[in-house]
């Protein structure tokens, strides 16, 4: 899926938070242990690769949305009741060893924050297993910029739904 009109990334530290966060954005780090073994794991990848973890943390993708995988772009929809934000992103780095699965994704231009998030499904060598969403952003339009100190408490929430929608 494409976004329209051609949108690009809207920041120019494309997979920084995969490493060392940059200055100029706010930043967030969550994470939560999951449960433990490998359907645990297998069960979160899933849900991660699948939108899944989207969908049930209240966002609305389209469900012929293809699978995370860098260059594809997915417009995500968030609101209350038939307010509607559309905000598009752009996987721009996608994780796959045997213990460690997530990917990337940058805003696009018109999204409604600038930045990047990453979600990580990662299994420790006891084989607990661990859900990471770390991002890095701003704001991207007027509202959110009004929206001033409640947004990131609102993408910390977000985000712990994510985290808590992995289980299943």
């Not at 998030?117 to 420790?124: D, G, K, Y």
Request: aromatic share 8%; glycine share 12%.
């Amino acid at each position: 899926m494409t976004a329209p009109g051609g949108r690009d990334l809207t920041y120019p530290e494309v997979g920084a938070s995969l490493g060392a966060l940059p200055s100029g954005y706010r930043h967030m780090r969550i994470e939560r242990v999951l449960g433990s073994g490998d359907v645990v794991f297998d069960t979160a990848a899933a849900r991660l690769f699948e939108w899944d973890m989207h969908r049930a943390a209240g966002l609305r993708v389209p469900r012929n949305t293809p699978a995370p995988a860098v260059g594809v772009d997915v417009r995500l929809e968030a609101g209350i009741g038939p307010v509607r934000f559309p905000a598009w992103c752009r996987v721009v780095a996608v994780v796959d060893t045997a213990d460690r699965r997530g990917f990337t994704y940058g805003t696009l231009a018109g999204h409604p924050e600038i930045g990047e998030e990453t979600f990580l499904v990662e299994r420790a060598p006891d084989g607990r297993v661990v859900g990471r969403v770390v991002a890095f952003s701003r704001p991207g339009r007027w509202f959110t910029a009004l929206a001033g100190p409640i947004a990131p408490v609102l993408q910390k929430h977000i985000a712990g739904r994510y985290l808590e929608a992995l289980t299943g």
